[in-house]
């Protein structure tokens, strides 16, 4: 399995262990459409592997760190409190929800990835009506490439003078 694969697959394996979210994926811009072709989930969190800087090591080894960005979707949520949230935590509960997030994936590792840490948070303001918010964590994570040149064994005869 390559890292950027263990790297979604156990960072989508923790956040579907959170019982409040309907669909845990791949960010696909599934909430980009418009209004009226939004998907049927109200409660969601895309994951994206935003980047990866490489650098080669020895031994056919690359360390790398990447950014893994989760956006969480929330169609009750602060922007739609004036229209009668329905939870008992004053439209807020999505609060309690992206604190869950963060405490299932702050020190989350892998075999080839190290631990995340959460290094940003910010609301996303896009102009519909999902409230969503993005969580940024880092990490550092290793691959083995090919190897530019083949071990060849050599024998050494003595020279006769």
Do not use: C
């Given at each position: 399995?390559?890292?950027?694969?263990?790297?979604?697959?156990?960072?989508?394996?923790?956040?579907?262990?959170?019982?409040?979210?309907?669909?845990?994926?791949?960010?696909?811009?599934?909430?980009?459409?418009?209004?009226?072709?939004?998907?049927?989930?109200?409660?969601?969190?895309?994951?994206?592997?935003?980047?990866?800087?490489?650098?080669?090591?020895?031994?056919?080894?690359?360390?790398?760190?990447?950014?893994?960005?989760?956006?969480?979707?929330c169609?009750?949520?602060?922007?739609?409190?004036?229209?009668?949230?329905?939870?008992p935590?004053?439209?807020?509960?999505?609060?309690?929800?992206?604190?869950?997030?963060?405490?299932?994936?702050?020190?989350?590792r892998?075999?080839?990835?190290?631990?995340?840490?959460?290094?940003?948070?910010?609301?996303?303001?896009?102009?519909?009506?999902?409230?969503?918010?993005?969580?940024?964590?880092?990490?550092?994570?290793?691959?083995?490439?090919?190897?530019?040149?083949?071990?060849?064994?050599?024998?050494?005869?003595?020279?006769?003078?």
């Open positions: 399995m390559t890292p950027r694969k263990e790297l979604f697959i156990k960072t989508k394996a923790v956040l579907s262990e959170l019982s409040v979210l309907e669909l845990v994926d791949l960010q696909r811009k599934q909430f980009s459409m418009p209004k009226e072709n939004y998907p049927t989930y109200f409660t969601a969190a895309l994951i994206e592997i935003k980047s990866i800087t490489w650098q080669t090591m020895v031994e056919q080894k690359q360390e790398g760190k990447a950014t893994v960005d989760v956006t969480f979707y169609k009750d949520g602060w922007m739609d409190q004036h229209d009668g949230t329905s939870d935590e004053h439209g807020l509960i999505e609060v309690d929800i992206i604190d869950s997030i963060v405490e299932q994936l702050q020190g989350l892998g075999d080839s990835f190290k631990q995340l840490d959460l290094s940003n948070e910010e609301s996303i303001d896009d102009s519909f009506e999902m409230m969503s918010y993005k969580l940024s964590f880092t990490t550092t994570i290793y691959r083995q490439i090919n190897a530019r040149f083949q071990s060849r064994k050599i024998s050494v005869q003595p020279s006769t003078l």
